[in-house]
């Protein structure tokens, strides 16, 4: 893409503050600056901040839906009897209400432990706003309600809800749980680590409120070699994860059936993959809307990228979407989405930079400097 300008990333009006003499001076040390910045240190950066870490959280959850989900039940979790329910518990209604619901049902009861995966031990008061924030929405007798009706539960009570933040270890490494204690406002919090090298789930601090769910943690529960259901997304995952595996499964599922167009596909077919690819509580109408608008979020973001077209002069068949990438097989497919983020993302992130910086240095000649800042 050719490189932008100022006014692409002039969402405060700056450029109309300034005199025309003015306004052509910042362009020309906006270009100046943007020039001076390194694309390939840009694409380092966008990797390692944005499509690692989001990729390390759907590895996190995968492991913790393995070691809890009910295929495992006689294997590892059968102590607690929690299991895996569903993901991303209430974005049906735009809410955060964790990324994992485990539940526990007894005769009359349920028992719920909703976790949160957290990547990067840089913000762990956050991790406890974001708690204490989920903790407010299962407050409310609603919300109580519609998780119970979601779990084909209604007549049973909840008895006890674990709140659980779940990160590795590499951000639990100087981690000290009463140094945060005091800004937790649910009644029963713990954190949990994933150790990678042994494959293991550890309590690291807080409480666990079921006695059974404290016993399967203490020798550290298991993960390893699980056969569980894979885990490729979550509602508001970076878009980047969905749509390569979209990609992929749609080549090859076309190329199996020899298809005479296998990289051209229908919204409809692409939105039954994707929900294959999910385990959701939302029902009826909600599931639906939440769908089809995580569908949409993906599709535009592909069209954006220029992985996919949507234009009918690209299309050789009926159908609603071209995926473009140079090859034909699968893999090559996935590896495209990528490398278009990078290619397209990264213009943008560096005048994003050009033009933070040319703010912060610029002195117009003409403009009124306190009108600028």
Do not use: C
Request: glycine content about 6%.
């Amino acid at each position: 893409m050719s490189s932008p300008g100022p006014s692409d990333f002039d969402d405060s009006g700056i450029l109309e503050d300034l005199s025309p003499h003015d306004e052509e001076g910042f362009t020309e040390e906006f270009k100046s600056i943007y020039s001076e910045i390194d694309e390939n240190r840009v694409r380092e950066h966008l990797k390692n901040s944005v499509i690692q870490p989001s990729r390390e959280k759907i590895e996190t959850v995968q492991s913790l839906v393995g070691g809890f989900h009910p295929r495992m039940a006689s294997r590892q979790n059968g102590a607690s009897e929690f299991e895996f329910e569903f993901l991303s518990p209430l974005s049906e209604i735009g809410e955060d209400g964790g990324d994992i619901l485990l539940a526990r049902a007894d005769y009359r009861s349920l028992h719920l432990a909703i976790i949160a995966v957290e990547i990067g031990g840089e913000s762990k008061q956050e991790w406890i706003r974001r708690i204490n924030h989920i903790g407010d929405m299962f407050d409310d007798g609603d919300i109580r309600s519609r998780i119970r009706t979601q779990l084909g539960s209604s007549s049973r009570s909840i008895e006890t809800i674990q709140y659980v933040t779940l990160s590795r270890e590499v951000d639990l490494a100087e981690f000290e749980y009463s140094r945060l204690a005091h800004l937790v406002e649910v009644d029963d919090y713990a954190v949990w680590e994933r150790n990678r090298s042994q494959q293991t789930f550890n309590h690291s601090g807080g409480r666990i409120a079921h006695q059974d769910l404290t016993s399967t943690l203490e020798s550290g529960l298991n993960y390893g070699g699980l056969n569980a259901p894979s885990i490729k997304f979550l509602i508001g995952s970076f878009p980047v994860l969905a749509l390569e595996e979209m990609v992929f499964d749609l080549i090859y599922m076309h190329e199996a059936d020899d298809d005479d167009h296998p990289q051209e596909f229908t919204q409809d077919e692409f939105q039954v993959l994707f929900e294959s690819m999910i385990e959701l509580g939302a029902q009826d109408q909600e599931y639906d809307e939440l769908i089809e608008n995580e569908v949409n979020r993906v599709l535009d973001f592909g069209l954006d990228i220029g992985m996919l077209s949507d234009d009918p002069d690209e299309i050789n068949s009926q159908r609603d979407f071209d995926i473009k990438f140079q090859g034909e097989k699968p893999p090559k497919a996935k590896e495209e989405v990528v490398e278009k983020f990078l290619k397209t993302e990264s213009p943008r992130e560096r005048g994003r930079r050009a033009f933070s910086r040319t703010r912060e240095n610029f002195e117009p000649d003409d403009s009124d400097l306190d009108d600028f800042l």
